[in-house]
């Protein structure tokens, strides 16, 4: 059973960042790859972005290429998501999640583990 519990959101304005941290306990961190999410209201969960168990291979939703960034310390058991240029449509609650796969899905079912969700909230 992986336990996973983010940190890191909050109100900002347009234009401006945050960086999201995704804890996780419970399992071996390595052995899954790492998927952030997010959801706003009256919307079904979509992929924000994903990295490999070595940390090598990352992806990136087209909303957030180049303005957000994904990374991993597998020593502290804990992937990221540094978010910059925040825009309001950015707004949602962000979940990290897991997989037992060599890359990161961007399909939120195939992913068995999930964090409880922090908030972003981003005003123009």
């Known amino acids: 059973q992986v336990q996973l519990v983010e940190s890191g959101g909050g109100l900002v304005q347009a234009g401006g960042s945050l960086r999201l941290s995704c804890a996780a306990s419970?399992?071996?961190?390595?052995?899954?790859?790492m998927g952030w999410f997010r959801q706003a209201p009256g919307n079904e969960r979509e992929f924000v972005s994903g990295?490999?168990?070595?940390?090598?291979?990352?992806s990136y939703a087209d909303s957030v290429k180049g303005r957000f960034a994904i990374a991993r310390d597998n020593a502290k058991n804990t992937v990221y998501l540094q978010m910059n240029n925040l825009k309001p449509e950015d707004t949602a609650v962000y979940y990290c999640?897991?997989?037992?796969?060599?890359?990161?899905?961007?399909?939120?079912?195939?992913?068995?583990?999930w964090g409880q969700g922090t908030q972003v909230t981003v005003s123009s």
């Open positions: 999640a897991t997989v037992r796969s060599t890359i990161a899905l961007r399909n939120p079912g195939e992913y068995n583990y």
């Open positions: 990295i490999s168990r070595s940390g090598i291979t990352t």
């Open positions: 419970g399992g071996t961190f390595s052995t899954y790859s």
